[in-house]
């Protein structure tokens, strides 16, 4: 009998709320409004934090392997 391949175990994707600070390298995304599918998110630069990035619409699941491929933290909520 052949034993089937085992299949890593990812983590729990984080759970994104409206107003939170996801902090990686010099750059930070901010949450917006957070809906069944899709996620609204601006960019903020730590340098210059009073320059924006203008908001942007992502799939939840799209934001969030981008989040853990970055090994984003979260700083703000």
């Not at 902090?23 to 917006?32: A, E, H, N, P, V």
């Amino acid at each position: 009998m052949a034993t089937k391949p085992t299949v890593p175990v990812l983590p729990p994707a984080p759970a994104l709320v409206k107003g939170q600070l996801w902090k990686f390298d010099t750059r930070c995304i901010q949450i917006g409004h957070v809906g069944k599918h899709l996620v609204e998110h601006r960019g903020v630069s730590l340098e210059r934090p009073q320059q924006r990035a203008p908001k942007r619409m992502i799939a939840i699941t799209e934001l969030q392997k981008f989040l853990a491929a970055n090994d984003a933290m979260l700083v703000g909520n």
